[in-house]
């Protein structure tokens, strides 16, 4: 059952809207061959940057396949839209989301148990739901909405075992918690992605995959360098990675509003409207804040060619 999962860089998708509101499929195909163009090794489509709780089931499939189809076999895509509280339901979206082709589906980490609930409960029913979808690959998304379950290092290596897990995006944010997670399914074909900028490079000395995070969707192809080169070229890396950790800080302004209008400003056709954000509070000094940060980015792109001519 071994999946295509390459180490690397897996942008966490943010969703085009038309100014109606509704997905726009033009601007998504635009999307995806701008992210194979950065360089990315796999596409994570229908996550919390894609607005999986405001998008029907219906348009969750749909995207999925969207995407799988708009890449046509360049990157691999994994996809979640795992949104239900009840068993039924979450095999029922696990099995139409396994449907749409995705190398991997991905399980939200909060969704198989509440927080007062021991990961002897969140393991029993992942291995029903298992059952319920057999012969397809799954991932683990520790999604912070509607609130953040990380996974044990124990939980995870039972998860490992089985066989059926190969990813995991990870949210920890902390190295030390990083490094017990990678000992704990070492040998196994369970990979982990770290999503915190911050702590990258430390992560992939540590023997992580790669990156899978939001700020995929501003610079990626200076993830995608750092991912490659970061044991070829260490001093140069510390520099790239000083660039990647205090530029993920825009992740606390209108994120995803703030994506759209990097992306929009980068000639792609999105309009900023989401489901999530209210566009409108997407104000002046937000605008000046991602053009200074892409500013800050040619420069670093220039510097970083010139070191590796």
């Known amino acids: 059952m071994a ?37 990315v090794h ?31 076999g360049r990157v691999p895509v994994i996809a ?16 139409r989301m396994a449907d749409t082709g995705v190398e991997a589906v991905v399980l939200v980490s909060n969704r198989l148990a509440a927080p007062e609930e ?18 397809v690959q799954f991932g683990v998304y520790e999604c912070p909405y509607p609130y953040k379950r990380l996974m044990t290092p124990q939980l995870l290596r039972q998860c490992a075992d089985t066989g059926r897990f190969s990813f995991l995006k990870d949210t920890c944010c902390d190295a030390g918690q990083l490094a017990a997670k990678l000992d704990a399914v070492k040998g196994s074909s369970l990979s982990i992605f770290n999503a915190n900028s911050a702590t990258l490079l430390a992560s992939l000395r540590l023997g992580a995959a790669g990156f899978s995070g939001v700020m995929a969707n501003f610079h990626p192809d200076l993830y995608v360098w750092l991912t490659e080169h970061w044991s070829s070229q260490p001093k140069t890396a510390e520099t790239v990675q000083a660039y990647l950790g205090a530029a993920s800080l825009i992740e606390l302004q209108q994120y995803p509003v703030n994506a759209k209008y990097h992306l929009q400003r980068s000639g792609l056709p999105l309009e900023l409207h989401c489901r999530s954000k209210d566009a409108e509070a997407f104000k002046a000094n937000h605008r000046l804040e991602v053009e200074q940060l892409d500013a800050l980015y040619r420069l670093v792109r220039k510097q970083l060619t010139a070191a590796t001519a």
């Open 3 to 39: 999946r295509n999962i390459p180490n690397g860089v897996w942008p966490t998708m943010v969703t085009p809207f038309t100014g109606a509101g509704e997905v726009d499929y033009a601007a998504l195909e635009a999307l995806v061959d701008w992210y194979i163009g950065q360089g």
């Open 42 to 72: 796999g596409l994570f489509a229908v996550c919390q940057s894609s607005e999986m709780f405001y998008l029907s089931l219906e348009e969750r499939v749909r995207i999925a396949r969207f995407v799988v189809e708009s890449a046509g």
């Open 80 to 95: 979640s839209g795992h949104v239900s509280d009840g068993e039924d339901e979450q095999a029922e979206e696990l099995l």
């Open 118 to 135: 021991g990961d002897g409960i969140w393991l029993e029913r992942a291995l029903r739901l298992l059952d319920r979808v057999p012969g």
